[in-house]
């Protein structure tokens, strides 16, 4: 396995973008954060808790980017506005915007309270709707183009065991994004989505890889390891780029062939010593 180059593009991809981030003041976000500012773009980070959103800024800063942060709870769509008139003050109009906050747990579905179900589904379906609204208006309002890329995960498309509200409000945002590739088309307006396997950060593991779990997650990707943050980050940063603009309503699956194995009925044989796998193969092969 070659190893990921961590800066294949070239200098300036992404100038003349201004990116709001969700989430971005931690985990994924901030790994996008970093990569698409090394690119070119200008950045703004929002979330819950200032303290990640001004550490990150002061990263970017140090890197040479523009950058700035808002405080927001993307459900409340008052807070979302807010958040980017406060950007726009600083660096001017927001003309990409990247989905990535969101909230899960693992919980029986029988189990799930009211609130635990909405609190997920708020911050997943409706904070994606209100940010992706925001922007709209405003780029339709501008009459400028622009980018939206939502982060979902591969059990989007097929829903997922013990995280039913996260799995039910991905899918919603992939409808939302395929929905709107068509009536923004209009507009000059891209969205796409992004749908990650297993890629280690804090919150997400913190959260979801309990016990055997993680063990049990790597098990199933055929080359035994999780994504590395450049080889997400790489992939944002194509599809937010000018390498890309007919790319539309799309899903792009990274999980290094997690989500095939599992329905893959001979896929076990790929974790075997494959001196071992041809043996037994060859046993039950007829004589001649
Ligand atoms: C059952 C739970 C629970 C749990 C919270 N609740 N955790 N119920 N099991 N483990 C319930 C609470 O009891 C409460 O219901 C309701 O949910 C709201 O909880 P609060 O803590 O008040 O909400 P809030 O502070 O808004 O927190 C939201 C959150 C939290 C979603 C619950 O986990 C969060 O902030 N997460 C953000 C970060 C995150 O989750 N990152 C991981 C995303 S990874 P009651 O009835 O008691 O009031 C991801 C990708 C997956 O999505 C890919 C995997 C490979």
Not at 39 to 57: D, H, N, S, W
Not at 256 to 265: M, N
Request: proline share 3%.
């Amino acid at each position: 396995m070659t190893s990921v180059d961590r800066n294949p593009f070239r200098a300036g991809l992404l100038e003349g973008r201004t990116i709001l981030i969700t989430g971005g003041g931690t985990g994924l976000g901030r790994s996008m954060a970093l990569k698409c500012a090394s690119a070119g773009a200008k950045i703004a980070v929002v979330g819950r808790r200032e303290e990640p959103l001004k550490a990150t800024v002061a990263d970017l800063e140090k890197m040479g980017a523009r950058a700035d942060f808002a405080t927001c709870d993307v459900r409340d769509s008052a807070s979302v506005r807010s958040a980017f008139n406060k950007v726009e003050e600083g660096l001017g109009p927001v003309n990409a915007l990247i989905n990535n906050a969101a909230g899960n747990f693992l919980c029986a579905s029988e189990d799930l309270s009211d609130n635990a179900f909405d609190a997920v589904v708020k911050i997943v379906l409706y904070g994606t709707f209100n940010c992706t609204r925001e922007l709209g208006q405003r780029l339709i309002e501008r009459k400028a183009t622009g980018d939206v890329l939502a982060i979902v995960t591969s059990y989007a498309t097929t829903g997922s065991a013990f995280v039913l509200p996260s799995a039910a409000a991905k899918a919603g945002v992939l409808a939302m994004m395929r929905s709107l590739a068509v009536e923004w088309a209009t507009y000059g307006i891209r969205l796409n989505a992004i749908a990650p396997g297993p890629f280690k950060t804090e919150g997400a593991f913190s959260r979801l890889m309990v016990g055997e779990l993680e063990k049990q997650a790597l098990k199933r990707v055929p080359s035994r390891r999780f994504g590395d943050h450049d080889e997400l980050t790489n992939l944002v940063a194509y599809m937010l780029s000018d390498a890309s603009p007919y790319q539309t309503g799309d899903c792009v699956t990274i999980d290094g062939a997690e989500g095939i194995f599992s329905g893959q009925q001979f896929a076990g044989f790929a974790h075997l010593d494959r001196t071992a796998a041809k043996e037994m193969m060859s046993a039950v092969k007829p004589k001649k």
